[in-house]
């Protein structure tokens, strides 16, 4: 494997095994569900809600373990002046995995949805579903574009490819074994996948570290030998940066499709709560070698290797330290396998966004917006067109983009500051209505967009408490940009900010047209006097508050999907959640 025709052959192995497995899977469950009348829609968007803990681990860790997460580690490891104390994706990550399990994953699975839009259709309407849809639609395409971005430099650093091939092929892979076998064949190509980092990576770090070239990774932790130590430090004006970055992992980490589409698929509320915890594990495990082959690059002096005597850092290619480390510090065989590693976790990352994108899509916009009397085979085709556009749509993405990883960070604050309130008021608030919900919205997007974006060179218009300018100089062209910094935990703010302004607009509306204070004919969107509104699409809600008997439900249209009419007629969304002690699958009982 010493020739780069090696190193195409190491890349074409794992391509070819995950293919297999991916085709594997969708083959083994393609009658998954039949038996229990569940629509095939409804199967590849959850699995038939039979995933079990081996599968359902692995696939929850596999969501968060990918190409951006093993890099970025190591890239913060790296990066003088940050260290390992500012490496926070793997606590921040497993720590959002606890708290969803804690609070989010039972009543969303014992509640019988489908996609993380549905409690707020059934809440706010479906207008609201479709402008929420957006942030998490946009949170899910740049994740994907972003990762093929960074999988495509990656093989350029170790295989003398054409960077665009790598990113086509990789994309045409993931898509196609998604279009084939949905959720499940997700999962299962899942295990092989996080298998393969896991192998890889520890494979290449005892060679790594027995390099003539690095030294001592426990002294360079707390030692000056090649730059600053990378255990890193946090300066005491940076603290409240580092508190709203942790605090958008841990908490803005919970409101993606990617993390509820394998909570709704486990075969019940506890089993997504165990999964959860099980992935949390998983996620600070799979993180260890990435932190050490970060502390390795630290500790190389970079002149007796073949890549020159100028560190990764001065010349802007810090985010490329796992592949470069891999490439000039180890065996070429093991650095092949490594590259293989890279690229499963790339793929097990993009395949679940594109699921999950095309999920929200073909149930909440095209199915319960649009098209109530959809059959179940159209809504399986609007998701493979879908899949298909999405994943194109990513691929194009990070190909013509130079912007991609800037887009990416703004649509997961979007995500944070926009969805996770909602998601808290709809789950936990009782009250609130759409009226409310707009508020929150406009809210969120304003605060988060007035602080600026410097990787996409969006400058701020609101300038919050301790704001400083700063040059940012470019090691390789020499250009000097002026951005601004906010030291100031704008983030989780706009999310408060957010959250507040749901509850209090809320109330307000409540208040008025309740008391008489403004006529009905202003309650344009339905949300506070029109109960029985066709915008209630689900009236589960109404019935839980006892202000309609159940007898008094509109019948169902009569093509309505199975999948549809389970909406309105799951036994454990019709009962208050705390009053069923058991967590059994959900059941269709009116028809």
């Not at 993405?397 to 990416?408: E, F, I, N, R, S």
């Not at 960070?409 to 944070?416: A, C, E, G, R, T």
């Not at 000097?480 to 703010?493: G, L, N």
Request: proline share 5%; with cysteine.
């Amino acid at each position: 494997l010493t020739h780069p025709s090696g190193g195409l052959a190491a890349i074409a192995l794992f391509y070819v095994l995950i293919l297999a497995v991916g085709i594997w899977a969708a083959w083994k469950n393609k009658h998954a569900g039949e038996s229990e009348g569940t629509d095939r829609s409804e199967t590849i968007m959850v699995g038939g809600r039979d995933i079990g803990l081996f599968v359902g681990g692995f696939t929850m860790t596999a969501t968060w373990v990918g190409g951006g997460y093993i890099n970025g580690t190591a890239e913060y490891v790296y990066l003088p002046g940050y260290g390992l104390a500012w490496a926070q994706a793997p606590f921040g990550y497993a720590l959002s995995l606890v708290v969803g399990g804690l609070f989010f994953a039972k009543p969303m699975r014992s509640r019988g949805y489908v996609t993380m839009l549905d409690p707020f259709q059934q809440m706010y309407g479906k207008r609201m579903g479709g402008l929420l849809f957006i942030p998490a639609l946009m949170g899910e395409i740049f994740w994907s574009a972003a990762i093929l971005s960074a999988l495509g430099a990656t093989l350029s650093v170790i295989v003398d490819i054409n960077i665009k091939m790598s990113v086509v092929i990789s994309a045409c892979i993931a898509i196609f074994y998604t279009l084939v076998g949905g959720l499940y064949s997700v999962a299962y190509t899942d295990v092989v996948q996080l298998f393969c980092i896991f192998l890889g990576l520890w494979v290449s770090v005892p060679f790594a570290l027995s390099n003539p070239a690095v030294s001592d990774i426990r002294i360079s932790a707390v030692k000056d030998i090649y730059q600053s130590p990378w255990k890193g430090n946090i300066k005491s004006e940076d603290t409240w940066v580092w508190i709203d970055n942790f605090c958008l992992l841990m908490l803005g980490g919970i409101p993606w499709q990617v993390y509820f589409q394998r909570v709704l698929s486990a075969s019940s509320a506890t089993y997504a709560q165990v999964l959860s915890f099980m992935a949390a594990a998983g996620c600070l495990v799979m993180a260890i070698p990435s932190v050490m082959i970060g502390a390795i690059g630290a500790s190389t002096d970079w002149n007796q290797t073949a890549y020159g005597s100028v560190p990764p850092k001065e010349r802007d290619q810090a985010d490329m330290i796992l592949p470069i480390v891999l490439q000039y510090l180890c065996p070429p065989f093991v650095s092949f396998f490594g590259l293989g590693a890279v690229s499963a976790a790339v793929m097990s990352s993009a395949d679940s966004s594109i699921l999950s994108a095309s999920s929200m899509f073909a149930r909440n916009i095209y199915q319960l917006a649009f098209r109530q009397s959809a059959s179940d085979t159209e809504i399986v085709w609007v998701m493979r067109v879908t899949i298909f556009v999405f994943g194109g749509l990513a691929t194009a993405m990070a190909l013509l983009t130079g912007t991609v990883y800037g887009l990416w960070y703004l649509s997961s604050d979007l995500v944070y500051v926009i969805i996770f309130p909602q998601l808290i008021s709809v789950l936990f608030v009782k009250g609130t209505n759409t009226y409310g919900s707009v508020a929150a919205y406009i809210f969120g997007l304003i605060l988060r967009i007035g602080g600026g974006e410097p990787y996409l060179s969006l400058p701020p218009f609101i300038y919050y408490p301790g704001w400083q300018m700063e040059e940012r100089v470019h090691h390789l062209t020499g250009e000097v940009d002026q951005i601004v910094v906010q030291k100031f935990p704008f983030k989780t703010v706009s999310m408060l900010a957010s959250f507040l302004g749901n509850v209090a607009f809320s109330y307000l509306a409540k208040y008025l047209f309740e008391s008489g204070k403004l006529s009905p004919k202003y309650d344009f969107l339905d949300a506070v006097l029109a109960k029985h509104s066709i915008e209630n699409m689900d009236k589960t809600t109404l019935v839980n508050r006892n202000t309609i008997a159940l007898s008094e439900l509109a019948p169902v249209k009569p093509r309505l999907s199975v999948q549809l009419a389970a909406t309105f007629t799951r036994r454990d969304t019709l009962a208050e959640e705390d009053s069923s002690p058991e967590d059994s699958p959900t059941r269709e009982v009116l028809d």
